[in-house]
């Protein structure tokens, strides 16, 4: 389809492990953001990228959790040393410029469920 | 701490009934509001959002919302629900100068026919 796709849509994994969730964007969009969704809580902002760079990262909880997106279109968010704390869904979203720009609407992915056991 | 508030957590209605889900935000100057709504199973979509100009904005499938800026406030309304409204329903604000949305807690709203 047309839309945010992300991968994978489930992961369980233990306490330690690393752990990779992938990003693909709508095409042409240049603006990609993460965000993390705990049970009952609204998406809380991680990190966005305009282009291959990350323009802000001062969402990320620490320094386990870092997010690439080398070529400018597909992002990774790879989290090292996973623990129970980290479950959560991690949402990927995208748009045309920075907030949306004018339009102001990010286009929401599924989201990755992560389960730390 | 600046933030997004939505003081609804779980709202339960009738069909026909009218809604109104309130938000309130901590951000001074210049903010962009919009309120986000995820069906069940689907992924969040926008549902309306005001940016400026005429503070009642008007969305899909019958909703509006009123920008009340001495109140920092962006309330959700529709005069009457249907079932296939229950979703849940975020409050999101892009505060001045940044590129950031944030949102708030959520609210869960069940119409039962």
């Known amino acids: ?117 | 701490a600046q933030s997004v508030s939505q003081h609804n957590h779980h709202v339960i209605l009738s069909e026909a009934a009218s809604l109104e889900l309130g938000c309130n935000y901590s951000y001074g100057g210049t903010v962009n509001l919009f309120w986000y709504v995820q069906y069940p199973g689907q992924h969040l979509q926008l549902l309306l959002k005001y940016f400026s100009g005429d503070p009642l904005v008007k969305g899909i499938k019958g909703f509006e919302a009123e920008f009340i800026k001495s109140k920092f406030s962006f309330n959700l309304r529709k005069p009457s629900v249907q079932w296939s409204d229950t979703a849940e329903y975020f409050c999101a604000v892009i505060p001045y100068n940044t590129d950031k949305l944030i949102f708030g807690t959520g609210t869960r709203l069940q119409v039962f026919p």
């Not at chain 1, 320094?63 to 992002?75: K, N, T």
């Not at chain 1, 968010?77 to 410029?97: F, H, M, N, P, W």
Request: glycine letters at 14%.
């Open chain 1, 1 to 117: 389809g047309a839309g945010v796709s992300q991968t994978p849509s489930n992961k369980v994994t233990e306490k330690g492990k690393y752990v990779e969730l992938r990003c693909d964007p709508i095409s042409g969009h240049t603006a990609l953001y993460w965000y993390r969704q705990s049970l009952g809580q609204g998406p809380e902002f991680l990190i966005y990228f305009q282009g291959t760079g990350a323009a802000d990262d001062s969402g990320l909880p620490n320094d386990r959790f870092f997010a690439v997106r080398p070529e400018g279109s597909v992002s990774t968010l790879k989290i090292q040393r996973t623990e129970r704390g980290d479950s959560a869904v991690y949402l990927c979203a995208s748009s045309l410029e920075l907030a949306g720009g004018h339009t102001g609407e990010l286009f929401f992915g599924e989201g990755s469920r992560l389960t730390v056991l």
